[in-house]
């Protein structure tokens, strides 16, 4: 039955993605808001919703390697180091990325990125093709909610599509944040 759901439901959210839509989904961190990456109108959408600056970038989740090496010229071989080993969900924070929307690409020309199994997600990606815009669902300065009950009026309305998956279950923390530069200075943003 849970397979069943989790493809109807990868199939709602591609819909929804590909008319240009932004979606309300459980990742395998916290819910987050999210749309194709390569739609600068709808990550638009995101930030209005949010009412976030632009200059405050979000991160795109993906499930492949692959789809890793499509978007970042270069990837420092420390970044599959810091992946492979890591024991909590890791986003990293590479240089020079390509192939997404502009407003996505922070003031300094990098992009942070997770790589992802969670089932939805996954599924979601390998139909898209493309990378996964995943901001928390909150309003910019408000807490990060902690579980789908937790998320605002405001947020749950102004979505075009809500997963109807894990509305029960409450989140882990967000991930562990590393900023990795071409010249292998490594940051450690949020532990």
Known sequence: M????????VHNAFEVIAKGGIILYPTDTVWG???????????????????????????VLMHSERLVHSVFHQIPEVAWQLLEFATQ?????????????????????SLGMRLVTEPFCYQLME?????LVSTSANVS???????????S????????YVVQLHRDRVASKPSTIIKLTL???????RK
């Open 127 to 131: 139909r898209m093709k493309r990378p």
């Open 153 to 160: 009026p405001e947020i749950v309305q102004g979505v075009d």
């Open 2 to 9: 849970e397979l069943k759901l989790i493809a109807k439901e």
């Open 89 to 109: 969900p890791t986003t990293l924070i590479l240089d020079q990325p390509k192939n997404v929307a502009p407003n996505l690409i922070s003031t300094d020309n």
């Open 183 to 189: 010249d292998a200075q490594v940051r450690v943003i």
């Open 33 to 59: 808001i999210g749309c194709d990456a390569t739609n600068e109108a709808a990550v638009q959408k995101i930030y209005a919703l949010k009412q976030r600056e632009e200059s405050k970038s979000m991160i």
């Open 141 to 151: 300065g408000a807490p990060t909610p902690k579980s789908f009950q937790e998320i």
